[in-house]
């Protein structure tokens, strides 16, 4: 066991305690997996990540991410987090974007200021749901069948199934049964204006967007403050099908007392970025 420096910091919100919280290890050289699984269930946060030397020519970094029970090969908060934790420590990237090296590969990510945006990865599956797949969501969800105006597979690594409700404050409203989407992750999106117009929050005049993501947790169904990956597979799908402009804003976590703010961007040659603003709340040193 030795000293090892150490930062937790909040992810998609430039307020401390507003965002999604990450536990970084900064030098995680010499710890086996077990080790690493057993801190992250430690810590009791959603996920843990541990900065290691690049392993493949042009990464800047290596990371490893783990949520409780199980490893990652990717995930976006702890994506931004992470690198956030790397350049405030002093990291330097070889070049303009920083390449972050974990299990899917190579992430480019791009900073704009205080910002940090990550190229979101190709979907593994999208196209529509199956219909009884949504009769089930909506049962669960506690809507109607036809306020569910939109659905596709948002499959990116987790398997996402995406819906859009009719507005912003039904998506708020929602108590998710538990035992009817057993088993299921669900990104739930809802505009704030009319469908397939984007509409703003009265004195939130950036917003286009509020999101919810359940899925499956040790006392039935969980909620995930403010989510890279969900945001990254709905920001393809709604762009793509002219649900959404090239460029917004989603609201996540306003139902757990949160504020995160999630910038979706689809570049020129198609690729979308995920970015938000990240703050340190947590540095010190942890033994390992």
């Not at 900065?51 to 908060?77: K, M, N, Q, W």
């Not at 303009?96 to 899917?104: L, N, S, W």
């Amino acid at each position: 066991m030795q000293t090892r420096n150490f930062k937790q910091v909040d992810v998609f919100t430039p307020t401390p305690y507003l965002g999604n919280p990450l536990a970084v290890v900064l030098d995680g050289a010499g710890l086996s997996t077990q080790e690493m699984q057993h801190f992250t269930n430690w810590t009791n946060l959603s996920e843990a990540t541990f900065l290691l030397p690049p392993t493949v020519s042009g990464a800047d970094y290596r990371v490893r991410i783990f949520c409780p029970g199980r490893e990652l090969p990717f995930a976006g908060h702890p994506t931004l987090g992470t690198c956030h934790a790397w350049l405030e420590a002093g990291g330097r990237p070889h070049g303009d974007e920083v390449v972050q090296e974990c299990g899917v590969g190579l992430v480019r990510i791009r900073r704009d200021g205080k910002r940090l945006a990550f190229a979101a990865p190709p979907l593994i599956r999208g196209g529509p749901l199956d219909d009884a797949d949504v009769a089930l969501i909506a049962r669960g969800l506690g809507v109607q069948r036809d306020d569910i105006v939109a659905h596709a597979w948002c499959d990116n690594g987790p398997k996402w199934r995406g819906v859009m409700l009719r507005s912003a404050q039904q998506v708020l409203s929602l108590k998710p049964d538990s035992a009817i989407l057993a088993g299921l992750d669900i990104g739930v999106v809802g505009p704030r204006g009319k469908v397939g117009v984007v509409g703003a929050r009265e004195g939130d005049a950036d917003i286009a967007f509020e999101v919810r993501a359940f899925f499956p947790g040790n006392n039935g169904m969980a909620e995930d403050p403010v989510t890279g990956s969900l945001n990254a597979a709905l920001g393809q799908w709604l762009i793509g099908a002219g649900l959404a402009p090239d460029r917004y804003v989603a609201s996540q976590g306003t139902a757990l007392g949160r504020a995160g703010r999630v910038h979706i961007e689809r570049d020129a040659t198609g690729q979308v970025w995920v970015g938000g603003e990240s703050v340190t709340c947590i540095s010190g040193t942890v033994a390992l």
